[in-house]
C-alpha cells in the first residue's frame, strides 16, 4: 500500500483502497532487513503433474505492471522487483506508476489494451468483475494457502478468488513520546480502554497541542464500531448493519470526545490528515495505519513516537483492515506469465523487501514472524490482524462511504443515529 493514497482514504476518496510508504523513531525499517538477493520462485509443473496455468495465454509480449506509488521509495522497490524477475524470465516487463490509476485502468479497460498486471483495490473489485475486465487466478496460485483467509475472503466476489492480495495495514494507535513524558504519562498508562483513552486526551490536550487528532471519516472512526462489536457490514457482508445500537453508541463515544475538546478532526486543526497533525506535533496522538511510518521518517523525522493496539471498547479489541491486491487483465494476452510474476511478488523474500521500502504488512503467514523480528515497534498492527474488519467491498460502497464521510465531518453537530440511518438506506439500496 501506498502512502499517498492511504492519505486520500484521510480526507475520504476511496478509489484505490491502497497505499503506505513503517514506529520507531529512531531510524528507518530499511535498516533492520536483509539485502540478499531475491530468488525467483518458479511456477514450471514437474513432467509428471498437469500444467495448472495450461488454459491461460501465453505469447512472447512483454508485459506491462501499472501501480500506484507514494513515491519514489515505492517505485524503485516495484521496479526493481519487475527488473529481477525479468532477468530470471528472460520476458521483459515494464512497470509504470499510474498518475491516475482508476483513471488510467478504465481507459486501458475501454480500449481493450490494460496493463497486464495492476494494482488493485477492494473498492473496485466487485465492479471490475462484473464486466468481465479480470482475470480469476487466484486459485492458480501454489501460495494461495499462505495468504491470510481474511485476505483472501478480500478479494473474492461472488465466490470466486480473484487475485492475489499484495498487501494490507491495520489502525494503531500513535502516541508522540516526548508530549507524553512532558504530560506525566508513562507507558503503564498508555490506553486500553475507552474511558483510559479519553482521559489521556484529555490531559494531553493543552495549549496548541490536542490530545487526539484523527481523520474524520469512516476509515478511522469505524474502529470504534468494531471496538463496539459491529461494523457497517456483518463480517460476512450478507446483512447492512449501520444502524446498530453498536455503531450508534460507538458514534456517540466518538462525539463525546469532540465535545470537550479532547479530540479533534485534521481538518479542524488545518491538516490534511491525522499523520500530519502528528508530525507538526499539534497532535499528541492520532489513529493511523502502519503506512504513517514513510511521513514520519521522511518528513517528520524529529518526532519520537510510539505505536500501541487500539484500546478495546465495550465489546473488545477491533480495528479495521485495508488490503490491495494484484490484478491481472483478462484480455492480456500473456496470461500465464502474469501469474508467474505475481507469484514471484508475493513470494516471502519479495514481500520483505517491500516492507522494507515502503512499510507494509506482507499479506503471507509464513512471512509474519521474519516482519515482527525484523520491525518489533510496529507489532501491534501485525498482531491487529486476529481481530481486524475490513472496509465494505459491495459493489458501490465506496461511493455510500463517500457520503458518510461527509455527515462524520459535522459528528459534532449531528446526531449518530440519523448520520448511520441515511448509510443503512443505501447500503440496503445496493443490497
Known amino acids: 500500500m501506498t502512502n499517498k493514497l492511504w492519505k486520500r482514504f484521510g480526507i475520504g476518496a476511496l478509489a484505490l483502497a491502497s497505499a503506505l510508504t513503517l514506529v520507531g523513531c529512531s531510524g528507518s525499517p530499511a535498516d533492520n532487513t536483509s539485502s540478499s538477493d531475491t530468488t525467483v520462485p518458479s511456477s514450471s509443473p514437474s513432467s509428471t503433474e498437469p500444467d495448472p496455468l495450461a488454459g491461460l495465454t501465453s505469447s512472447s509480449d512483454p508485459l506491462t505492471v501499472l501501480f500506484g506509488s507514494s513515491g519514489d521509495a515505492e517505485t524503485a522497490a516495484v521496479q526493481a522487483a519487475v527488473a529481477a524477475w525479468s ?7 515494464t512497470a509504470t506508476p499510474a498518475d491516475n490509476l482508476d483513471q488510467q485502468m478504465a481507459q486501458g479497460f475501454a480500449g481493450g489494451k490494460p496493463a ?29 494457502s499462505d495468504f491470510y483467509p481474511s485476505l483472501i475472503a478480500n478479494f473474492t466476489y461472488n465466490g ?3 487475485a492475489a492480495p499484495k498487501d494490507f495495514s491495520t489502525l494503531g494507535l500513535e502516541i508522540n513520546d516526548d508530549l507524553w513524558t512532558a504530560a506525566g504519562l508513562t507507558a503503564a498508562d498508555y490506553p486500553t480502554t475507552w474511558d483510559q483513552l479519553h482521559a489521556v486526551a484529555q490531559k494531553l490536550t493543552t495549549g496548541d497541542v490536542t490530545g487526539l487528532v484523527v481523520s474524520g471519516q469512516y476509515e478511522r472512526l469505524g474502529a470504534f464500531m468494531v471496538q463496539n462489536g459491529s461494523n457497517l457490514m456483518s463480517a460476512d457482508g450478507t446483512k447492512v448493519t449501520a444502524n446498530d445500537q453498536s455503531n450508534i453508541d460507538a458514534l456517540a463515544f466518538a462525539k463525546s470526545m469532540l465535545a470537550d475538546g479532547s479530540m479533534k478532526f485534521a ?5 490534511g490528515w491525522g499523520g500530519e497533525a502528528f508530525g507538526k506535533g499539534v497532535a499528541a496522538m492520532t489513529i493511523e495505519g502502519n503506512w504513517i511510518t514513510g511521513a ?22 477491533g480495528t479495521l483492515q485495508f488490503a490491495n491486491g494484484w490484478g491481472i487483465a483478462k484480455d492480456s494476452p500473456n496470461q500465464k506469465a502474469a501469474v508467474q510474476l505475481v507469484e514471484f511478488l508475493t513470494s516471502k523474500d519479495q514481500q520483505m523487501k517491500f516492507a522494507s521500502a515502503f512499510g507494509v504488512l506482507p499479506s503471507i503467514q509464513s512471512a509474519a514472524s521474519d516482519w ?9 498492527f501485525m498482531d491487529a490482524v486476529s481481530y481486524a474488519q475490513s472496509v465494505p467491498t459491495l459493489k458501490g460502497s465506496s461511493q455510500v462511504i463517500g457520503d458518510l464521510n461527509n455527515q462524520l465531518a459535522t459528528l459534532a453537530n449531528t446526531d449518530p443515529a440519523t448520520i448511520l440511518n441515511s448509510v443503512q438506506t443505501e447500503l440496503e439500496a445496493l443490497m
Do not use: C, E, H, R
Not at 87 to 93: L, P
Not at 267 to 271: E, I, L
Open 372 to 380: 515482527k523480528t525484523a520491525f518489533p515497534k510496529l507489532a501491534p
Open 87 to 93: 532477468a530470471t524470465s528472460g520476458i521483459q516487463v
Open 160 to 162: 470466486t478468488f480473484y
Open 116 to 144: 497486464d498486471v495492476f494494482y488493485l483495490g477492494t473498492g473496485v473489485l466487485a465492479g471490475y468483475a462484473d464486466q468481465g475486465s479480470l482475470l480469476a487466478y487466484g486459485d492458480l496460485l501454489p501460495n494461495k
Open 296 to 317: 514520519m521518517n521522511s518528513d517528520y523525522s524529529n518526532i519520537n513516537w510510539t505505536a500501541v493496539p487500539l484500546p478495546a471498547g465495550p465489546k473488545g479489541m
Open 267 to 271: 481538518a479542524d486543526v488545518s491538516t
